[in-house]
């Protein structure tokens, strides 16, 4: 009898998940442009993703971008974690919050923000300016090579805050006595680092790493507000090219494939980090 205390809640995951999925996997085999009658497209849609440049390429940009959304708030994080758990510091708790902060703000309004501040006459600009290195000025989100790093760079800010408050709430659960021990048989801070921060943050790790592959894999409101896709397509990715065919184009099907293409990239992704993690659990 206890299979009827999870009917409603799997009743809900239905309707609200896995029927609209359902949906877009068959809309996905599907050429139909959101109004006339559909024609069957087999799997002539994923074909396209695997041949055409103008569907590989937004992919490409994700990927790239999770170095940004995913590997350097990680790497910042722990390196903040590791320096900030060593010792007291004075303001901690204001220092958190401000780190955290970016996690509290819509990401419209952080998109809205950054965009002047990395606009032709923005703050960053400016500051290069009044700083004699005016050769560095650039209009960074109209740039075609520095266009995708510079949305990169925003989304590292925003990652960083959560990556060091999880790493920093479970150095706290590390027994203080690894560490004296370590101490005692004459580890630095890279060893002590390595030898016991490390290992007692991998869980803290795996969840870190799945949030922010989510995150930077479904980015589309930072995209939308920024750059729109541009300059060219060179800050294109999947969640953005889902509306633009959509909506823009009215390629339902193609964008269909797209969203359920990035569906799965998602699961295999956080899958494979979770599988990473536990295999190597003691």
Known sequence: ?????????????????????????WLSLLHWDGLTRATWAGFDNYRDLLTDPALRAPFAHALLLLVFYSALP???????AALLSRDRVRGMTFFRTVLFLPQVLAMVVVGVAWRS??????????????LGLGSLARPWLGDYDWALPAVGLVGTWVGTGLCMVLFLAGAQRIPRELYEAARL??????????????????????????????????????????TSGGPGNTTSVPAYEVYHRAFDTNQVGS???????????????TTAVSRL??????
Request: glycine share 10%.
């Open 117 to 130: 501040i990395l606009a032709p006459d923005g703050l960053l600009n400016d500051t290069l300016r009044t």
């Open 1 to 25: 009898m206890g299979y009827l205390y999870i009917l409603p809640a799997l009743a809900l995951y239905s309707a609200f998940l896995l029927y609209p999925f359902g949906q877009s996997v």
């Open 185 to 226: 048989d004459g580890a630095g801070p890279v060893r002590e680092f390595l030898t016991v921060t490390l290992p007692g943050l991998r869980p803290q790790i795996a969840v870190a790493l799945t949030l922010t592959i989510v995150a930077g894999l479904r980015n589309f409101d930072l995209i939308y507000i920024t």
């Open 255 to 269: 964008a269909a494939a797209i969203g359920v293409a990035l569906t799965v990239l998602i699961f295999a992704l």
């Open 277 to 282: 993690v536990e295999g190597r659990r003691p």
């Open 74 to 80: 990680v790497a910042i994080g722990l390196l903040l």
